[in-house]
Each structure stands twice: as C-alpha cells, then as structure tokens.
C-alpha cells in the first residue's frame, strides 16, 4: 500500500470517527511519520533518528541595501512576494522548509511518494528557485520595485533528524555537520549562482549539467571541499538564469599596499602607499592620496596575511575613483597575477568570510 493511499485510509477513519478530516498541517505531519516509520532507519533513544537528506540553503542576495532604501512597506512587499515564490517551488518539488531565517530559507529533501531521488529533486528545485526569481525580478522592474537574487548551496549527507524544545515550544529540524557544510557552501554562492557539493553531484547520476570543479576552504575542515556550479538540466530543458555582472565574494580589510603607475607599457619607479580597504578575488577597493584617473594601470605589492604569501606580481586597472573626506577611494580590477597569488587572494577572501562566525 503506498503512502498516499494510506493518508487516505487514515484520513476516512479519523473523519468517520469525528466527523472532520485532519488538517493540511497535521496531513503532512501525518506523511511524515508514516515515512520515517517505513524507512528503516533507528530511532535513538533521544527521540533523533539519522537519516540521509539533501539539504537546500537560499539566500536572498542584496535584501540589506534595498532595507535602507525603500520604505519598510515596501520591503516586507517584496519579502514576502519573494518567500511566497520559494515555498511553492520547494514544495512542488516535495521538499520540506525546515525554518526561516530572516531572509533566506533552509529546505530538506528526502524520501517522497513520488519516488524520485531526493538530490536531483533538490538541484531540480534549485533550477526552479532561480527562474522563478528571474520571473518575479522582471514584475518588479515593470512596477519600480527593487531586484533580489537568491544565493543557492546542496549538500547531501547524514543528518539527525528529531524535535527540539519541551511542552511550552518544539520545533521539528535537522541537526548535524552536513547542515553546517550547506549553508556554508551556500555563503560563497554568488547572485543567481547555484553550487553543490560533491556528495550531491555524484547522486544526481549526469541530471545537471555543472561546471568545472573548484575548492572551497570552509571553517571546520582542514582540507579544502569540492564544490560545482549548475549550469542546467538537459533532460528537462532547463536552465539557469545568467547573470551578466556577478561579483566575487568581497571581504572588509585593512591592509596597507604599495602601487606603481604604468605609463606606455613602462613601470614607473615612484612607489605610492594606499589601504585596501575591501577585497575580493579579481580586484579591490582602495583608499589613496592622490586620485588615480579611471583606466589607469598600475603594479601592486601587498602583504597577505594569514595565508604567509607575499605579493608583488598583481597588474591592475583603476575602474573608477572618488573623492571622500580629503582621501580617494579607487576600485582596480586585477588584470594580471600569478597562479599562486590568485590562488592565496581566493584563500584569504574565503577564510575572512568565516572568521568572524560563530563557533
């Protein structure tokens, strides 16, 4: 007897017993146990049972700035419009929202009646999440509403799944180090960027095509991770949305550099101090003395701590540059470097990312 059917035997007997059927919320309940009871898996003595799940991190990208710049009204609008879209992607693709966080939300997929595998369903959804978010991005353009991008991270492992709390509040979640590995595979993914971790790409058997494989260094593992972009889905003729600007992940320092202008191909032996003041992996945002004019180049020497490399290979070009309180602020885009100063940026970016998270 399959679950669906059994819901409905259920639901008749509770209705010829009272009178009234269960509720949406208490069906799903329902489905629930009667899953988890006919999956096998132990159930600890602590009322946790480990389960493999697929777990889903979407993050809405650029949701703080739009807060300071459009009326609270508005906001919440645009929220709400936005976690509306994600709910009913996810639960088309029967996943479960385990919780929402402020402006993002984190989703489990596991076994369903529909029999489909749970990763492929989560990277299905995924694809779903960024087009439906394309869709409503285009709304909100046509009505003068702000633009939002989710920023998407899967992981698939182990987990415990279980109650937390007593009689005054519970909730219903997933606990363990495979949640932690999503959201923070999730953290790197940029605005309208998917990524997953190897687990979940070798269970989705070819479903999504992805691209190249990269590492990932990620608080709590000593060894970089594998993570891969999803690029479509081939079999269903999807895919995913691109975006024609896409920043690297940014980190705020404050690491004094030194810089020379190049003129006609020639470095210039001047040698010039600034601060860095925000970095990412192809440029940084500098504060000067002296104001550099737009599509000037320039050689960078720059100590890079924590990472024990010093560099003095970095080719740049200044994009724009201004004025603020008495100094200049430049942004230079990296246009040459070496493999091993790229390489020890992207470390450094990464491990910043994480530095000031919570234990």
């Known amino acids: 007897m399959d679950l669906r059917h059994t819901v409905d035997r259920i639901q008749a007997l509770v209705s010829a017993e009272t009178g009234r059927r269960l509720g949406p919320d208490a069906e799903t309940a329902l489905s629930q146990l009667l899953r988890n009871a006919g999956s096998g898996n132990g159930q600890r003595q602590d009322g946790f049972a480990y389960r493999e799940l697929t777990i889903l991190f979407a993050d809405l990208r650029g949701f703080m700035a739009i807060s300071d710049r459009y009326p609270p009204r508005t906001v919440l609008q645009v929220l709400n419009r936005c976690l509306i879209n994600m709910i009913e992607v996810v639960f088309a693709h029967e996943g479960t929202i385990d919780k929402f966080m402020g402006d993002s939300i984190m989703a489990h997929f596991g076994e369903a009646p529909s029999g489909k595998d749970p990763a492929e369903r989560a990277v299905a959804c995924a694809v779903d999440l960024q087009i439906a978010m394309d869709a409503l991005n285009a709304q909100h353009r046509h009505s003068a509403l702000p633009e939002l991008y989710l920023g998407i991270g899967i992981n698939t492992g182990p987990v415990l799944v279980g109650t937390l709390g007593s009689d005054l509040y519970q909730a219903h979640t997933i606990i363990g180090e495979e949640v932690n590995l999503a959201a923070r595979i999730e953290a790197f993914s940029l605005r309208g960027q998917i990524l997953v971790s190897e687990s979940t790409f070798s269970r989705c058997n070819g479903f999504a095509k992805t691209g190249e494989p990269f590492p990932l260094h990620v608080k709590g593992k000593s060894d970089p991770i594998v993570v891969r972009e999803v690029l479509e889905l081939p079999q269903a003729g999807k895919s995913v949305p691109r975006r024609d600007i896409r920043k690297s992940p940014r980190v705020s320092v ?78 230079i885009e990296f246009t040459a470097l070496s493999s091993k100063t790229r390489s020890s940026i992207e470390l450094l970016v990464q491990i910043l990312m994480q530095v000031t998270e919570p234990a």
């Open 254 to 331: 404050e690491m004094g550099f030194s810089y020379q202008v190049i003129q006609t191909d020639v470095t210039m032996p001047q040698v010039h101090g600034g601060v860095a003041r925000v970095l990412g992996y192809h440029g940084l945002l500098a504060e000067l003395d002296e104001r550099l004019a737009p599509g000037l180049e320039v050689k960078i020497g720059v100590e890079l701590p924590l990472v024990n490399h010093r560099a003095s290979d970095i080719y740049g070009r200044v994009k724009k540059c201004t004025r603020k309180q008495g100094r200049y602020l430049c942004g």
